[in-house]
């Protein structure tokens, strides 16, 4: 399962002391767990837990909270008590819709491991009680037969495909042979493919409605069909998440790459198919967007400061920052020096956008200056980004990050951001939009969930800012990712 972007904390968590592990309840506990917290008999929603405390939300209007109170607290899974004492509040959070209260428990402790196995050995009975009949009746009927007939699909074509790859092996083919046949494969499958996910698409928004039938049909499409795709490589990287998340610095790569990958014919074929969907095309058609809006901005910064002026670009979440690199290569003169600041929670995504970006600058020989930050997501959201002083910054852009982030929290961070823009610099943020004819496959397949939004949803993001900012929404040439454009129009520091 994935970790909510809140919780990966990249090399931040390698830096701390040790204490107690806090863990996402979703992460730690099945979804039948059904957890029920109890403060002084009243129930909240429980966040998340640790050994020695834990926290939970609040909504406005409840019982107000002061640090050190001792409370009477109890938690449930699975309708039984796993520990009952007494607590103390240790921090409170206030949001837009409510509070976060964190606790540290006054008496006994909280012993995750056991209450781990505790929950799998009621998993365990349940699964062997109501069996695999009781999870497919779960699922409706339609849902059931378009995944039957994509599973046909798959199957039809692993078995054809393999077939005829061991034909011509023995016939003595070439891989360069091999290759020509994948292509032939991947025109026939493609379109047939995607008409698959928007109809798988359609029938699952139907599932929505209902959480139980939503977590049922997921669960059964994890158990009919993932399982058959991980020796394809963009599946496999996306699904098993190594990184903690699914659209990591590899599978970005493999966006970009656009290549045939994998041991056999048809698994190069799917992994094609799978680096094409309408999403991942959008991923490299919003790139070359950025690149377009950096060209634009660096002409306007060598415009107002002359060729002794400076453009300074900060990029939140780069990954391989693909676009970087393409726009040194593909800048035809060079305006005036520039200096990138990629700031991402993995070292080895820095790694590989620092190798392909000085690669380039060296290449091209322009006067080109790289910052890396090995800046964690939960530093980002909480912090923003405290590494930058205000106002540095004349081109700020994400492209990725916001499709996971809540909007209260992604207008605090989208607030901070401008914070770091100069006067008269712009502020770029994607994010996936809404509708899309094809979320299926992310959502039920690679259990890859991220936050749609309409155009309307997009400029919400940005309500929190200074009304003297100036605001517009675009969408990329993919039509797969909207984008705000925040141009900062005057100074917001105050003498």
């Known amino acids: 399962m994935a970790k909510p972007y809140e919780a990966l904390m990249g090399s931040l968590g390698r830096a701390m002391f040790y204490r107690p592990e ?66 103390h509040v240790a921090r409170i959070e206030p949001g837009p819709r409510g509070a976060r209260i964190g606790v540290g428990l ?101 599932c929505i409605a209902d959480r139980e039938t939503l977590i049922a049909a997921k669960e059964y499409t ?31 790569l493999y966006y970009y790459n656009k290549g045939f990958e994998g041991d056999t014919v048809f698994t190069k074929v799917m992994h094609r198919i799978g680096i094409e969907h309408p999403l991942a095309n959008g991923v490299c058609t919003r790139k070359d967007y950025i690149v377009d809006l950096m060209t634009r901005e660096h002409d306007r910064v060598a415009g107002e400061r002359g060729a002794g002026g400076e453009l300074k670009v900060a990029s939140l979440g780069c990954g391989p920052a693909r676009e970087v690199s393409d726009y040194v290569a593909g800048r035809e003169g ?95 943020i994607g994010n996936a939009s809404a509708p899309q004819d094809c979320w299926w496959t992310p959502e039920f397949l690679g259990d890859w969930t991220m936050i749609y939004r309409t155009r309307d949803d997009v400029m919400e993001l940005g309500d929190q800012l200074p009304g003297s900012a100036e605001r517009k929404v675009e969408i990329e040439p993919g039509n797969a990712y909207y984008f705000l454009n925040v141009r900062k129009t005057e100074s917001s520091l105050r003498g």
């Open 222 to 252: 994890e158990t009919v069909l993932a399982p058959l795709m991980l020796d394809i490589p963009f599946n496999n990287r996306a699904y098993l998440k190594p990184l903690g998340y699914p659209g990591d610095y590899q599978v970005m």
């Open 106 to 206: 006054m008496t006994g402790f909280l012993d995750l491991p056991e209450i781990r196995r505790r929950d799998d050995n009621k998993l365990l009975g349940e699964q062997l009680d109501e069996g695999a009949a009781t999870q497919r009746a779960r699922v409706p009927e339609a849902y059931r037969e378009k995944v039957s007939e994509i599973l046909h699909f798959y199957q039809y074509y692993r078995r054809a495909l393999d077939y005829h790859e061991r034909r011509f092996r023995a016939e003595g083919a070439t891989d360069a042979e091999l290759l020509r046949f994948a292509e032939r494969a991947y025109e026939v499958l493609r379109e047939p493919y995607y008409r698959l996910n928007r109809e798988a698409t359609r029938v699952a928004a139907e």
């Open 334 to 428: 060079w305006p005036c020096p520039a200096v990138f600041t990629l700031i991402d929670q993995e070292e080895e995504a820095l790694g590989v956008a620092y190798r392909a970006c000085k690669r380039e600058i060296g290449r091209k020989d322009v006067p080109a200056v790289l910052d890396l930050l090995n800046l964690s997501f939960v530093q980002m959201m909480n912090e923003g980004v405290p590494l930058h002083e205000p106002e540095s910054q004349d081109f700020i852009y994400c492209t990725g990050l916001f499709d996971y982030i809540k909007t209260p929290r992604a207008q605090g961070l989208i607030c901070a951001l401008y914070h770091l823009l100069a006067p008269g610099g712009l502020m770029s």
């Open 22 to 87: 806090r863990q996402r309840v979703r992460e730690l506990l099945s979804r039948d767990a059904r957890p029920k917290l109890l403060i002084d008999g009243e129930e909240y929603p429980l966040f998340d837990i640790s050994m020695n405390g834990l926290s939970f939300l609040t909504a406005n209007g409840s019982r107000e909270w002061r640090i050190g109170t001792t409370i009477d607290l109890e938690l449930l899974l699975h309708g039984e008590p796993v520990y009952h004492g007494t607590a």
